[in-house]
């Protein structure tokens, strides 16, 4: 296996980090990429303004999650682990250990790499791992690079190469973290995955203040998919897109759509004790069937949370809670939550296509026709089928006869 080693403080990671390293691993032919987030850099002394190394690690760690394939990328931690400074000699013989017989290459920017040779114990690295290059701006020439790779392989006997990064974004995190304490939101928000913002806001790190509740839209999305797994982000924009244009199409309120649709899966990355912990602090009760559930809690919890914490309005939170099972009566925003979910253009399954032609023909049918295909894949699997999806059942057919008579 080929693996790339990228260091830095990623304070924050921003979208320079992201297409370097999705462009390095993809000219290296890399297998996998480790980023790794220093402690104590021995290069550039830490300002009062930096992240604590926890959420340094979480906000890498989301970014390498936001770079496809899944899993290619990762954050590793080690250098936080370790007691007193971090040296990178220490960084690459540990994962020479721990990766036996695989190819290492370490991989930095432009200014790192031309004075590598005046890091401590050089040679060490170079036993273990290839050193590679590669430009920071579009403006930057490689020459020099290609010469200090020359250099290092003379006197280092290092396997060092130079690359210039055709897609490089102009970026650093000192930049990134200026705007920030300026309030420029929307300006920093440009030169960070989405995650890593919706994580700042989140955690209101480097001097960033903004309310949880009642958040813009842009800033809603940023901390809702701050809170789960990069791969379900297309689900929950599919969910919003498909919401908003039912509730065009229905006569719904599109701003309650659009922001209980951003929201309603915020904790399906929950651990049960997260879930179990959001239904006591908030006191929301739960049935049999939703304890043994993750399935069904997280659209409680989501809904508690954007209550709570988002200070969404209650039809809204009410939307989001049934959006799993459904309920008897559904109101119009209740049942576009359900469908938009059930619908969205990712989902692929049997049906589907039925049930997107119907939902903009005739909306209770398409509701209806959603449990019973829920009710149907419950009973083949086995499973209990929760009450409030017979009855979101029982009250649309009820509905339609009691209209025909
Ligand atoms: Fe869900
Ligand atoms: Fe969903």
């Known amino acids: 296996m080929k693996i790339g080693v990228y260091g830095g403080t990623f304070d924050p990671p921003h979208l320079g980090h992201m297409a370097a390293a999705t462009q390095i691993k993809a000219r290296l032919g890399l297998d996998k990429l480790l980023l790794i987030p220093a402690k104590q850099p ?9 992240a604590p190394a926890e959420d340094r690690l979480v906000m890498t760690a989301m970014m390498a999650d936001g770079i496809p394939p899944a899993d290619s990328v990762a954050a590793d931690g080690q250098e936080l682990q370790r007691e007193g400074a971090s040296y990178t000699a220490d960084t690459v013989e540990a994962l020479a250990a721990q990766y036996p017989g ?8 432009s200014d790192m790499f031309l004075s590598f040779h005046t890091w401590r114990t050089p040679e060490r690295i170079c036993a273990v791992a290839g050193i590679c290059g590669f430009t920071r701006s579009p403006r ?10 020359r250099r290092l392989s003379q006197s280092l006997g290092a396997r060092a190469m130079a690359v210039a990064l055709p897609e490089v974004v102009d970026v650093s995190s000192s930049q990134v973290r200026q705007l920030l304490a300026a309030g420029e939101l929307q300006a920093a928000s440009g030169l960070l995955w989405s995650q890593v913002f919706g994580y700042i806001l989140r955690k209101g790190l ?3 203040k903004v309310d949880l509740a009642h958040l813009p839209d842009d800033q809603l999305r940023a901390v809702s998919y701050s809170m789960m797994r990069a791969k379900r982000i297309p689900h929950v924009q599919g969910t919003e897109e498909e919401a908003v244009k039912l509730a ?3 006569g719904a309120d599109v701003d309650h759509a659009r922001r209980a649709a951003i929201l309603h899966d915020c904790t399906k990355y929950y651990t049960v004790e997260e879930h179990f912990a959001v239904c006591r602090r908030y006191g929301v009760e739960l049935d049999e069937l939703e304890r043994q559930s993750e399935k069904l809690l997280h659209a409680k919890t989501g809904a508690a949370l954007a209550c709570h914490v988002f200070g969404e309005p209650l039809e809204e939170q009410v939307a989001i809670y049934y959006h799993t099972t459904g309920k008897g009566d559904m109101t119009l925003l209740e049942k576009i939550i359900y469908l938009a979910d059930y619908m969205e253009p990712h989902r692929d399954f049997p049906g589907v296509e039925r049930l997107r032609a119907l ?6 049918a398409a509701v209806a026709l959603g449990c019973e295909m829920s009710i149907a894949e419950m009973e083949e699997k086995g499973r209990e089928v929760h009450p409030n999806t017979r009855a979101a059942l029982n009250s649309l057919q009820h509905g339609k006869e009691w209209e025909h008579e």
């Open 42 to 50: 021995p290069h550039k002394a830490l300002d009062d303004a930096s």
């Open 102 to 109: 695989d190819e290492l290459w370490l991989v930095m920017g």
């Open 140 to 149: 930057e020439e490689l020459v020099p690079l290609e010469e200090q790779a």
């Open 206 to 208: 480097y001097g960033v």
């Open 248 to 250: 065009r199409r229905w």
């Open 359 to 364: 939902a903009y023909t005739d909306l209770d």
